[in-house]
């Protein structure tokens, strides 16, 4: 089954205590996401991939690291998580774009709510 | 810059018929995208347009004047499963600062009641 799997679901944790959330998608997609979606704000983009070891900043880099070793895997890392980075994060994969722009929608994984006290 | 505007609720009743808009004003366009999201869900693909004009999927359909930067989804014969958020995206030019970037409006919260 195509999809894209995120670990883990739910997450509680202290302030400085550093940790990763994995995204991995066994479609053969170039292009991987974080995005982190907060109440009244919408879903904002963190990171993306454009392919292995290709990374670039989103809207909202400050405090996340990711790495691109492998095409199937994207992990976010908190080298430090604060208080303000508590929200619920998705990451998605998308086709390449020259597969066309109809290919272009994002698969996105369940989610990983995440509350740092 | 990128703005997307969405209005952010809308109520409706079973069976009724409700249109979301958006407008966007973007460094570019390469198409649009609408996405249905349940709370604490993912986002699902409802739509893509890149060219003018509507496009019928079932009870739902989705149009675009790129001349306008405005989109609209309209759903039809409303159910209660209905009841979701429903996300407009811009897709950006391709250009090596943009490469698989895709913006959001903030989401249009859509309760229908029985």
């Known amino acids: 089954e195509a999809q894209v799997t995120q670990n883990p679901r739910y997450l509680i944790t202290v302030t400085g205590k550093k940790l990763t959330v994995t995204c991995s998608q066994n479609?053969?997609?170039?292009?991987m996401s974080w995005y982190r979606q907060d109440p009244g704000l919408g879903l904002r983009q963190i990171y993306y991939s454009m392919n292995v070891e290709v990374t670039d900043k989103g809207d909202v880099p400050e405090g996340y690291k990711v790495s691109r070793k492998e095409k199937r895997n994207f992990p976010l890392i908190l080298e430090s998580p604060s208080p303000n980075q508590t929200s619920l994060y998705f990451c998605?994969?998308?086709?390449?774009?020259?597969?066309?722009?109809?290919?272009?929608?994002?698969?996105f994984g369940p989610g990983t709510r995440l509350t740092v006290l | 810059g990128q703005n997307i505007d969405q209005p952010t609720e809308m109520t409706a009743t079973e069976g009724a018929i409700v249109q979301i808009n958006c407008t966007y004003q973007t460094s570019g366009f390469n198409g649009l995208f609408w996405y249905q999201q349940h709370a604490g869900e993912a986002p699902t693909f409802l739509s893509y347009?890149?060219?003018?004009g509507l496009e019928e999927k079932g009870r739902f359909s989705s149009f675009l004047s790129r001349s306008k930067g405005y989109s609209y989804l309209l759903l039809k014969e409303l159910q209660m499963k209905d009841s979701a958020s429903y996300l407009c995206a811009v897709l950006p030019p391709d250009r090596g600062s943009t490469l698989g970037r895709l913006y959001f409006g903030r989401g249009t919260q859509l309760t229908v009641w029985p």
């Open positions: 479609m053969n997609h170039e292009y």
């Open positions: 998605a994969s998308t086709p390449s774009r020259l597969a066309g722009p109809r290919t272009n929608t994002q698969y």
């Open positions: 347009n890149v060219l003018d």
